[in-house]
């Protein structure tokens, strides 16, 4: 492996973490609590529709 690669590899692993919680929110509030920089971002899947209402929906969107 490259030294370069080494070294790039190195410092990533001495900064500081920072996360993207993307869905359950325990997580987040778990990382907070252990004074990680991070931040939550409250997502789901969209719910399954009816094809009809589901080709309606994506022309309006």
Do not use: C
């Not at 996360?19 to 509030?29: A, D, Q, R, S, W």
């Not at 931040?39 to 529709?49: G, S, T, Y």
């Amino acid at each position: 492996m490259p030294e370069n690669n080494v070294n790039n590899i190195l410092r990533l692993f001495r900064s500081e973490v920072k996360i993207v919680n993307v869905g359950l929110e325990y997580f987040y509030k778990e990382l907070k609590r252990q004074g990680v920089q991070s931040v939550h971002v409250a997502w789901q899947p969209r719910p399954k529709l009816e094809k009809e209402l589901e080709d309606i929906l994506s022309k309006i969107l």
